[in-house]
């Protein structure tokens, strides 16, 4: 019994220290197009050290039926399949089977379904302040290609030389200075094209910029102006390989990261749904992203350090896929939401067409996108955890309990025997010092007292109840021993 109880009570100090157990996350967009690809991150982490754990889907419902699926990568895992186009302006349970570090789960998310329109202006944060002309000589405006400089990065900027009606200035000798960060080394000296655009880089290698401009608008003298920029951690920078894409193309697009390698989680956005996801790994600081889903209108590109929470570090660029002309498409959806006063979306004849869909492209930038959560276990493995450990100790303070009763046994058994032999001995000293003298009735309250056979059956059933509960106790103990040895 004081091994039962030595083992019970290693098992009961050593119930806290469970296990690691997976707990599952998977996010994606806030709805999906019916009849157009979808995409998903599972990822899976330590329930207590939130450590990554390696995440494997095998199987993907909608509404009950397996659909097909291709999924990529292991921490996290990305999922791409397809809503089917009956399920249009609905509501669709997407269940998806994932197993991790022996655990398996099938994990639900009833997902909003809605048929794809391919032309909203901008889909995801609050769009850009709305721009009107205000009185005043110049209106001049600097714009790095992915709206912020990445710091210790090389950013292409645009600038455009605007009069106080939004009208492009052009021809318009342009000086650029700075001491540090210009690409080459300032002072520039530019001169607007017809939409009163001019571009250089910037090398962002210090917290704060502030660029001198002087500009000599016609029929003036120079004016001098500096323009404060503020580099920001985003740490990559995406380019897309052309302004507009053509229905069928593959969108390429070039990442570039602050790092040598890094690994980047990307995805292709429409209307708040997840059409492509990807992780990406770059090396010697780049990384090419070919992208065979279709698009119409307008779509996001967004890169992220993390699976799911954007913070400092992404990139995102608008996608445009149309089979209309460049400006003209890139401008209708600056338009048709008032982002630029209508004198500054006038495409004079002679305009740098690629130069000019940049500086429009900046103005679609928008919010970074933030992953929405379909769901995540952490919350309820703690607590089906927890409860699993109450009820462990709550069944060994029982069979601890137990094994005292035994020993209370045992000591009862102790004390029987004792009391039988000293009545023994207490009737052989009589007999012996009084012999034939001994009152009968003192004979008679001796062999009653003393009544061997009952204490007998007494003791052996004590030590019978003893002897198997010992047995029991000590068995349950090195079961449950073994199975926290187990899980560990």
Known sequence: MGTALFVLGVVYLNLDKH?????????????ALAGRPTAVRVSARGVDSKAPMAVTVDRVEVDGKPVQFDAEGTDPTVVRFSVPEAIARGRAV???????????????????????????????????AKRVAQPGQLRIDVLPENSVLAMGMQNKVVMRVRDHRGNGLANVPVRLNHKNCLIPPGPLRLKTDALGLVDFEIDARQPGIRLKIDIMPPGQPWVETEEPLQPRGRRMLLRADKSVYRPGDTITTTLHTWETEAEVHCDLLQEGAVLWSSTVTSAAKKARLNIQVPCEGLC????????????????????????????PAITAHLRADNILHPNSLKIPPGVDTDRAARYFLTMLQG?????????????????????????????VLI????????????????????????????????????????????????????????????RGMLLLIAMVGALLANLVGIIWLLALVGEA
């Open 19 to 31: 296990p690691d157990i997976p707990g599952f996350v998977v996010v994606g967009g806030k709805h």
């Open 94 to 128: 997407v269940t998806l089977g994932v197993s991790s570090r022996g655990r398996s789960a099938a994990l639900e998310h009833t997902l909003t379904v809605l048929q794809g329109m391919g032309d909203v202006v901008l889909q995801d944060g609050e769009p850009p």
């Open 300 to 327: 996001r590109l967004q890169c992220m350090g993390h699976p799911w929470d954007p913070g400092d570090e992404f990139s995102t660029i608008p996608i445009v896929v149309t089979s209309e002309a460049t400006l």
């Open 367 to 395: 919010e970074p996108w933030t992953p929405e959560l379909w769901l995540s276990t952490r919350n309820d493995d703690v607590a089906s955890r927890d409860e699993k450990v109450a009820t462990n100790k709550r069944n």
């Open 399 to 458: 069979a601890i309990a137990v094994v005292f009763l035994l020993i209370v046994l045992v000591v009862a058994d102790v004390v029987l025997k004792n009391l039988t032999a000293q009545r023994r001995r207490m009737k052989a000293f009589a007999e012996e010092t009084l012999g034939d003298d001994l009152p009968a009735a003192m004979a008679l309250t001796l062999d009653e007292d003393g009544d061997q056979e009952r204490l007998l059956r007494t």
